[in-house]
């Protein structure tokens, strides 16, 4: 029940700091904070769901994927 009171008023305060924080500042710098990127529930969930842990055996399993490395020097594509 605490951490449902405690969630519902991080929804309102996020909301806030994110408004404030986006009326004061530079549109050319970046984009624009939205209320999960400084509501604490929320960024600690979506820290979870990102990517794939970096594990021995992640590693391990990616070795066997990946093809590979040829020694010597990379060429620049014409992208680069």
């Not at 500042?25 to 529930?41: E, F, I, S």
Request: glycine share 4%; charged share 30%; proline share 11%.
């Amino acid at each position: 029940m605490a951490v449902g009171a405690d969630r519902a008023r991080w929804d309102t305060a996020s909301a806030v700091i994110a408004a404030i924080v986006n009326m004061h500042r530079d549109p050319t710098k970046g984009r624009p904070l939205a209320p999960a990127d400084v509501h604490p529930y929320e960024r600690a969930h979506r820290r979870a769901r990102r990517g794939v842990p970096l594990t021995p055996t992640s590693l391990r399993d990616w070795k066997r994927v990946l093809p590979p490395s040829k020694p010597g020097r990379r060429k620049r594509s014409e992208a680069d």
